[in-house]
């Protein structure tokens, strides 16, 4: 007689062995149980929505959530580590909920940072005037300068970096950069390679997979000259591919604290609008980004020739000849002019020149005809 016990306890014996009750998952009888379900099944399974870290405002397009990746990446020098390791880390790691970039922000996660640039005067000194002091006891920093060097990529420093994460529960690791990172392990002279990406599959596998990494990256030198910019081709190396979401960060303008931030991959949810955002030009302030504006609100791609159009005659002193941007972009007349739509939604305006002679034209924004009005008129 079977023990009411025993039978009572089946359905949980079966899932543990592997079955789910679905159809097409139970072999012929002595044989163990297959993990393969039928399409409806698998379908039809409940599954726990996604719980954002960083998402746009309506909640679309989610950009950072437990076990995603995202990449971070832009050239030397532009401060990608400000806004990344200790801006956006900071943010998460806060008490309360907060907005960066024009994006919602989880608060209360628990971050580590392991940096292998800067030294510790300078690492100390960009937490302490970013990182929110709310945030300081769930902000943890592996102190390479008194506790040893940090784990790189090879098999002994991913256990390394995973008891650390089991030890402090870590939510979100930064690794800033990358390369320095995958480096111990892979070849990261061309950029971080795409298998780099076991890696951190490894530390998920040791700590857990909820583990949600940024990484912080360089770019290459890209060619602008043609009509359309791939800034994921941008980044160096191929690691690109396998995160959830990139974000490529570079200068808006020839010079000057200005900077542009486009998100060539989103896996979850539509590409959000470039952004324009701005280190502060007062010495006393925080290196904080803060936003200027969306690119492309009213909604012209970021990276077609149009966009490219408009950010060069933004950096030009002045109203710019049709003649400069045709040679500039090695474009014909009937292209450019198709072009004066999205870049007078980009704030470009295409109109006579009042102080050249004869039928003249040109490009130029707001403030550029302001200037060549005033020429005119003096």
């Not at 016990?5 to 543990?16: K, N, Q, S, T, Y």
């Not at 994460?165 to 392990?185: E, M, Y």
């Not at 941008?234 to 200005?258: C, H, N, S």
């Not at 710019?320 to 014909?332: C, D, L, T, W, Y």
Request: with cysteine.
């Amino acid at each position: 007689m079977t023990d009411p016990r025993i039978a009572d306890l089946a359905p949980a014996l079966e899932l543990i062995a592997g079955g789910n009750g679905a159809s097409g998952s139970r072999g012929p009888a002595g044989e163990p149980s297959s993990p393969c379900v039928a399409l409806r099944d698998y379908v039809a399974i409940e599954r726990p929505p996604l719980d954002p870290y960083l998402a746009t405002r309506d909640g679309r397009t989610v950009l950072l959530a437990p076990g995603t990746g995202l990449l971070f990446a832009g050239p030397s020098g532009l401060g990608k580590s400000l806004a990344a390791s200790f801006d956006l880390a900071g943010r998460l790691a806060a008490e309360h909920p907060s907005d960066w970039l024009g994006f919602r922000v989880r608060a209360g996660l628990r971050v580590l940072l392991l940096s292998f640039e800067g030294s510790d005067e300078d690492t100390a000194e960009r937490a302490a005037s970013i990182v929110p002091d709310d945030a300081r006891d769930r902000f943890f920093v592996f102190d390479r300068w008194r506790g040893g060097p940090p784990p790189r990529a090879d098999a002994a420093g991913l256990d390394r970096l995973a008891a650390e994460i089991r030890r402090h529960a870590v939510d979100v690791l930064v690794l800033d950069t990358g390369s320095a990172f995958f480096g111990g392990a892979y070849d990261c002279s061309k950029g971080i390679p795409e298998e780099a990406f076991g890696a951190i599959e490894r530390v998920r596998e040791l700590a857990g997979p909820a583990v949600a990494v940024v990484v912080v990256a360089h770019t290459k030198k890209a060619d602008r000259t043609g009509a359309r910019v791939d800034e994921l081709e941008e980044i160096a190396g191929t690691f690109g591919r396998k995160v959830d979401t990139a974000i490529v960060m570079r200068r808006d303008g020839e010079r000057g604290p200005r900077r542009r931030l486009v998100f060539p991959k989103t896996r979850r949810g539509p590409e959000p609008p470039a952004k324009v955002a701005t280190l502060p030009t007062e010495a006393d302030e925080p290196p904080r980004l803060t936003l200027l504006h969306d690119l492309d609100t009213h909604g012209v791609k970021a990276g077609t020739d149009a966009e490219a159009i408009a950010e060069y005659v933004r950096e030009q002193a002045g109203v710019v000849s049709p003649q400069a941007i045709r040679e500039r972009f090695e474009i014909a007349d009937s292209t450019l002019r198709e072009r004066r739509p999205d870049l007078g939604r980009l704030g470009i305006t295409y109109a006579p020149r009042p102080a050249l002679a004869g039928n003249a034209h040109g490009y130029g924004t707001a403030e550029q005809w302001a200037d060549e009005g005033g020429l005119f008129d003096g």
